[in-house]
């Protein structure tokens, strides 16, 4: 069975820290680009940040930047997204999505997504 499978999410204090990993099992993530994106209680999903399948490249929603970061272990076949410095607005289900193909460079758009996760919710709260 073809899937992803997000875990890490919880309940953090403003300014915490927590990682979420994205594990795939039934397909190989060295041919996919992956992304992480976050939709919040009553807001659109949106992209956050996604990793290429070579050469290393990665992006970030803006509001992200130097606060999060993409990173990959295709030993263990799962992508992780450290995140820094969390503000309450970083509250949300979190989901990583993959599509197929050998890309340089990536950007997380939903539409172009081909398998999704069922995602792990962050609660960034005092």
């Known amino acids: 069975q073809l899937q992803l499978v997000e875990s890490g999410g919880g309940l953090v204090q403003p300014g915490g820290s927590l990682r979420l990993s994205c594990a795939a099992s039934?397909?190989?993530?060295?041919?996919?680009?992956i992304g992480w994106f976050r939709q919040a209680p009553g807001k659109e999903r949106e992209g956050v940040s996604c990793t290429s399948n070579l050469g290393g490249g990665t992006n970030y929603v803006e509001s992200v930047k130097g606060r999060f970061t993409i990173s990959r272990d295709n030993a263990k076949n799962t992508v992780y997204l450290q995140m820094n410095s969390l503000k309450p607005e970083d509250t949300g289900v979190y989901y990583c999505a993959a599509k197929h193909g050998t890309y340089r460079s990536c950007v997380p758009q939903a539409d172009d997504m081909e398998r999704w996760g069922k995602g792990t919710l962050v609660t960034v709260s005092a």
């Open positions: 039934g397909f190989t993530l060295d041919y996919y680009a």
